[in-house]
């Protein structure tokens, strides 16, 4: 970073500490995940320089010779990656991508249904703070108290009873596999469409450790980061011509001008080596490590939702260990092990200050980390969170132990990128 550190030599700094705290810490956030150095490479390139609003071969640009093909090879390479007719690689990220199918397929006030946000759906599938709750009629699914899991006979009932024009399936705390085809029938039966939000699930889905919801859903709306290890940016996909017709229209110029090239490239290469056989161990190793810590933590006493995993995600109600999950996740942070506070199904507690953690293993599985180390940060995490229950000294000097064991730690599996 010669140039950076020249002309601005306190940005280069910071960037330089933030790759230094990533390369020092355990990200456990279910949401975070390392790229590769070819994407980091296409990231930051003069693709920045160029405007190119439209399609492939339907520019309002012109220059696009180049920029025709880089978009041609990442939609191509979605297609064969996930096995659908069409892809969108132009949403700036997953709520612009999921309001696009909104503007698809809806008109203001209709009525949609998705996972409420306190079950672990997303702001965006009709919540009320965003726009998607204010400018249409939402209803909402949650999970069965005593189990944790979505109940497909309850959403099938609020379906029937509510007839939304457009029903989403996934979200951004479901530790379980999530059943496409129970959705795809309830949707079916109501004359609704389906959206699947695979955000978090996407790379498992590339690379075989999770069920795909292609040939269940009509309309797949992914980010590219997350488990696919890709740039910050999202995709839209389909089957039917007549959906990815809406969508593209959607997406541009419904919501979007000119999208963002140089993330374009990198989601193509992203793509590439999602394709590969690597990956594909990758998704299956992130799946084991999960459980594993899962199993680990349970062994010490949390309290798991739904009581286990089956993908990537940990989400974790601290309530029997007497702390909430902000002070938890912040004192965790301190150690070394980065989780996000998180609310759990009939959280008691408010929004920001919520009983729960969420955790996920797409980052340590990215370093190299197996079995044994989920072992390891199960055992940190129950050290950290025992002594921050009982005294505040005792804490103290157990987050600054753990602390260094987690630099002894990271330092044998570097980082991909860093």
């Given at each position: 970073?010669?140039?950076?550190?020249?002309?601005?030599?306190?940005?280069?700094?910071?960037?330089?500490?933030?790759?230094?705290?990533?390369?020092?810490?355990?990200?456990?956030?279910?949401?975070?995940?390392?790229?590769?150095?070819?994407?980091?490479?296409?990231?930051?390139?003069?693709?920045?320089?160029?405007?190119?609003?439209?399609?492939?071969?339907?520019?309002?640009?012109?220059?696009?010779?180049?920029?025709?093909?880089?978009?041609?090879?990442?939609?191509?390479?979605?297609?064969?990656?996930?096995?659908?007719?069409?892809?969108?690689?132009?949403?700036?990220?997953?709520?612009?991508?999921?309001?696009?199918?909104?503007?698809?397929?809806?008109?203001?006030?209709?009525?949609?249904?998705?996972?409420?946000?306190?079950?672990?759906?997303?702001?965006?599938?009709?919540?009320?703070?965003?726009?998607?709750?204010?400018?249409?009629?939402?209803?909402?699914?949650?999970?069965?108290?005593?189990?944790?899991?979505?109940?497909?006979?309850?959403?099938?009932?609020?379906?029937?009873?509510?007839?939304?024009?457009?029903?989403?399936?996934?979200?951004?705390?479901?530790?379980?596999?999530?059943?496409?085809?129970?959705?795809?029938?309830?949707?079916?039966?109501?004359?609704?469409?389906?959206?699947?939000?695979?955000?978090?699930?996407?790379?498992?889905?590339?690379?075989?450790?999770?069920?795909?919801?292609?040939?269940?859903?009509?309309?797949?709306?992914?980010?590219?980061?997350?488990?696919?290890?890709?740039?910050?940016?999202?995709?839209?996909?389909?089957?039917?011509?007549?959906?990815?017709?809406?969508?593209?229209?959607?997406?541009?110029?419904?919501?979007?001008?000119?999208?963002?090239?140089?993330?374009?490239?990198?989601i193509a290469v992203a793509l590439k080596?999602?394709?590969?056989?690597?990956?594909?161990d990758y998704a299956h190793q992130v799946?084991?490590?999960?459980?594993?810590?899962?199993?680990?933590?349970?062994?010490?006493?949390?309290?798991?939702?739904?009581?286990?995993?089956?993908?990537?995600?940990?989400?974790?109600?601290?309530?029997?260990?007497?702390?909430?999950?902000?002070?938890?996740?912040?004192?965790?942070?301190?150690?070394?092990?980065?989780?996000?506070?998180?609310?759990?199904?009939?959280?008691?507690?408010?929004?920001?200050?919520?009983?729960?953690?969420?955790?996920?293993?797409?980052?340590?599985?990215?370093?190299?980390?197996?079995?044994?180390?989920?072992?390891?940060?199960?055992?940190?995490?129950?050290?950290?969170?025992?002594?921050?229950?009982?005294?505040?000294?005792?804490?103290?000097?157990?987050?600054?132990?753990?602390?260094?064991?987690?630099?002894?730690?990271?330092?044998?599996?570097?980082?991909?990128?860093?």
């Open positions: 970073m010669s140039s950076l550190s020249s002309v601005d030599p306190q940005i280069a700094e910071l960037i330089k500490a933030e790759e230094r705290r990533q390369a020092d810490t355990v990200k456990l956030i279910a949401s975070e995940n390392y790229v590769s150095k070819a994407v980091l490479e296409a990231t930051g390139t003069v693709l920045t320089n160029k405007y190119s609003e439209g399609y492939p071969g339907k520019r309002y640009y012109e220059g696009q010779q180049v920029i025709d093909q880089i978009e041609t090879l990442a939609i191509e390479r979605a297609k064969s990656l996930f096995g659908v007719n069409h892809a969108n690689v132009q949403p700036y990220s997953g709520s612009p991508a999921n309001l696009a199918i909104y503007l698809a397929f809806l008109q203001p006030g209709d009525t949609v249904m998705g996972m409420g946000l306190p079950f672990g759906g997303h702001l965006t599938h009709g919540w009320s703070v965003s726009a998607t709750g204010k400018w249409f009629n939402p209803v909402r699914y949650g999970v069965r108290r005593d189990t944790g899991r979505v109940d497909m006979d309850e959403v099938r009932e609020i379906a029937l009873r509510e007839r939304p024009k457009l029903i989403f399936c996934g979200g951004t705390a479901i530790p379980r596999t999530i059943d496409f085809p129970a959705f795809a029938e309830i949707a079916r039966e109501v004359g609704a469409v389906l959206a699947a939000d695979i955000a978090h699930i996407a790379g498992l889905v590339a690379g075989g450790a999770h069920p795909s919801p292609v040939g269940h859903a009509d309309v797949i709306s992914t980010t590219t980061h997350k488990t696919l290890r890709g740039p910050r940016g999202a995709m839209l996909m389909a089957t039917a011509d007549e959906h990815a017709t809406a969508l593209n229209k959607a997406v541009f110029p419904g919501l979007q001008g000119g999208p963002h090239n140089h993330t374009t490239a990198a080596e999602a394709a590969t056989d690597e990956f594909k799946v084991v490590n999960s459980q594993a810590l899962a199993e680990e933590l349970l062994g010490r006493g949390f309290d798991l939702v739904s009581g286990g995993t089956d993908n990537h995600l940990i989400l974790l109600d601290l309530t029997p260990k007497g702390i909430g999950g902000k002070p938890a996740a912040q004192a965790m942070d301190r150690a070394g092990l980065e989780t996000n506070y998180n609310t759990v199904p009939f959280d008691p507690r408010k929004p920001f200050d919520p009983s729960g953690i969420r955790i996920g293993t797409a980052g340590v599985t990215s370093r190299g980390m197996g079995v044994a180390e989920m072992r390891q940060i199960g055992a940190w995490m129950d050290q950290v969170v025992s002594a921050l229950a009982k005294d505040q000294d005792e804490a103290e000097r157990v987050i600054t132990r753990v602390q260094g064991e987690v630099r002894e730690l990271t330092s044998r599996f570097p980082a991909p990128g860093l």
